[in-house]
């Protein structure tokens, strides 16, 4: 089980970025969240087998059609055991 946590920037509020990363996660069987940040980003944090991971990685560094992503920093993150993806809010924790 591998885990990440990911900070996209770009236009990547208000285009339906957050949507589109869970619905990607549920294609591929990741678990974790999504959410915006202050500052215009979004966060990701995902966990699932290397595999999967990488292939979700990739769809998130495209981005929906409406989207642009100029940024895309990757840290490594010990594994926590989510049970389930999905979108959160700013004020969650």
């Known amino acids: 089980m591998k885990r990440v946590r990911v900070i996209i920037g770009g236009r990547v509020q208000g285009v339906g970025f957050r949507y589109f990363v869970q619905e990607n996660a549920h294609r591929f ?3 974790g969240y ?3 940040i202050p500052g215009g980003n979004v ?3 995902a966990e699932a087998e290397s595999e999967r991971l990488d292939k979700f990685l990739e769809v998130c560094r495209q981005g929906p059609p409406q989207s642009r992503v100029d940024s895309f920093h990757i840290q490594d993150v ?3 055991g989510y049970t389930r993806f999905r979108i ?3 004020d969650d924790y």
């Open 29 to 31: 069987g990741i678990k």
């Open 43 to 45: 966060e990701v944090d």
């Open 88 to 90: 959160r809010h700013c």
């Open 78 to 80: 010990t594994a926590y």
């Open 34 to 36: 999504v959410k915006n």
